[in-house]
């Protein structure tokens, strides 16, 4: 028999964990404890609820954060790199996040992704393509 903390009962149903557990003490939610805690069978939440209770669905997702230093840069070399790497990503929808650092003094460019793995690899093959020449 599966059984839910208060905690997940909470999480599940979107409410406080102090009001699933007056729900319990009230008589409401049926629970069991176990003890000092108490355990929500999993057709007790459902008949509660109304709601069909499972385990929810994990997706697997992975990101990439990279931050991108280049030294010795001057302001031209800079615009036609975040120029060329912001068009590449212009109209396509891409879940990625590119942000441009420039510091003119030292001749150094910051560029920061953040996104989908495929997508940050495609930004980091423009920028290392850009760079060599």
């Known amino acids: 028999m599966e059984q839910y903390t208060v905690e997940q009962v909470a999480s599940l149903l979107g409410l406080h964990v102090k009001t699933v557990r007056n729900y319990v003490r009230d008589g409401r939610l049926p629970a069991v404890r176990i003890g000092k805690q108490y355990r929500i069978a999993k057709e007790d939440l459902a008949a509660f609820s109304g709601l069909p209770v499972g385990a929810p669905e994990v997706r697997r997702h992975a990101e990439v954060s990279s931050i991108v230093q280049i ?16 068009a590449s990503l212009a109209g396509r929808p891409h879940g990625l996040r590119v942000e441009f650092f420039y510091e003119e ?22 920028v290392d393509a850009l760079v060599r020449d």
């Open 71 to 86: 030294d010795g840069i001057d302001r031209d070399g800079m615009d036609r790199i975040s120029t060329m790497v912001t």
């Open 105 to 126: 003094e030292r001749a150094h460019l910051k560029i920061i992704v953040l996104g989908g793995l495929e997508a940050s690899a495609q930004v980091l093959r423009i």
